[in-house]
C-alpha cells in the first residue's frame, strides 16, 4: 500500500515564526503536491513538484515556499506564519508509472497560528 | 479554465435509502473525474474515477457514480446508504491526469 506520511497531526505555532510541514512517500511518486483546505473552499493547491529540486506555485503560493531536496520528500515553509494560515493542510503524490492516476493523500497536518 | 461545482454543502438520507452528491465540472478537453471521500480528522481517500469508457462506473464501498457528457456532471450514488457512509465527498476533475481541481465538498450525513 502507498503510504503518505505528515510529520504532525496538530500544530500550534506563533505569527511570525517560520513553520515548516514535512511529507514523506514510500512509492518512489515523482509527483508531490500541498493543498490547504477550508471550509465551503475545497483543497486549494499551493505548490506542487514534477522531480527533485523542481517546483511549480500552484493557485495560492503567496506566503509559502517549498523544497524537494529528494524525491521521496516534499516539505512546505511558512517562512513568516499568520493568523490567515491557519487551516488543515494536506500533502498528496502520484506517480506517473500509468496515467490518470489518483492521487494518494496524507492523513494532513492541521495548523493553529495564534 | 478548470472548475468543480458541488451545489450542496449538506446532504441528509436516512440509513437503506438511495443517496446521490451532485458535482458539475468545467474542463476544456476530456474529463478525467475523481470522487474522493474524508472521515473526520483523516486525509482523502479514494473513491471512484472516470477516464473513458462506460458511462457508470463502480468504486470502493459500493458506490458508483454517472458520468454525463451533455450535463457535464457526475454524480456519485450508492443503492442502500449506511451510517458509516457519514463524510465530506469530494468530486474533483484532473485536465491532464496529474493536476487536479477540487470541488468544495458536501457533507454527508446518514441518519440511523
Known amino acids: 500500500d502507498v503510504k503518505v506520511t505528515q510529520s504532525s497531526r496538530y500544530l500550534v505555532k506563533r505569527t511570525g515564526e517560520k513553520v515548516f510541514l514535512e511529507c514523506v512517500q514510500d512509492?518512489?511518486?515523482?509527483?508531490m503536491f500541498w493543498y490547504r483546505q477550508d471550509p465551503g473552499l475545497g483543497l486549494r493547491l499551493i505548490y506542487f513538484?514534477?522531480?527533485?529540486?523542481?517546483?511549480e506555485k500552484g493557485d495560492i503560493p503567496e506566503g509559502y515556499s517549498v523544497s524537494r531536496e529528494k524525491k521521496e520528500r516534499f516539505s512546505l515553509i511558512l517562512e513568516s506564519a499568520s493568523t490567515n494560515q491557519t487551516s488543515m493542510y494536506l500533502c498528496?503524490?502520484?506517480?506517473?508509472?500509468?496515467?490518470?492516476?489518483?492521487?494518494?493523500f496524507g492523513p494532513g497536518t492541521r495548523l493553529t497560528v495564534l | 479554465a478548470q472548475s468543480v461545482a458541488q451545489p450542496e454543502d449538506q446532504v441528509n438520507v436516512a440509513e437503506g435509502n438511495p443517496l446521490t452528491v451532485k458535482c458539475t465540472y468545467s474542463?476544456?478537453?476530456?474529463?478525467?473525474l475523481f470522487w474522493y471521500v474524508q472521515y473526520p480528522n483523516r486525509g482523502l481517500q479514494f473513491l471512484l474515477k472516470?477516464?473513458?469508457?462506460?458511462?457508470l462506473v463502480k468504486g470502493s464501498y459500493g458506490f458508483e457514480a454517472e458520468f454525463n457528457k451533455s450535463q457535464t456532471s457526475f454524480h456519485l450514488k450508492k443503492p442502500s446508504a449506511l451510517v458509516s457512509d457519514s463524510a465530506l465527498y469530494f468530486c474533483?476533475?484532473?485536465?491532464?491526469?496529474?493536476?487536479?481541481?477540487f470541488g468544495p465538498g458536501t457533507r454527508l450525513s446518514v441518519l440511523p
Open positions: 474542463v476544456s478537453g476530456n474529463p478525467y
Open positions: 512509492m518512489d511518486h515523482e509527483n
Open positions: 472516470y477516464i473513458t469508457g462506460d458511462n
Open positions: 513538484s514534477y522531480d527533485v529540486k523542481m517546483k
Open positions: 498528496a503524490s502520484v506517480g506517473l508509472q500509468s496515467s490518470y492516476n489518483e492521487q494518494f
Open positions: 474533483a476533475v484532473s485536465p491532464y491526469g496529474q493536476n487536479f481541481v
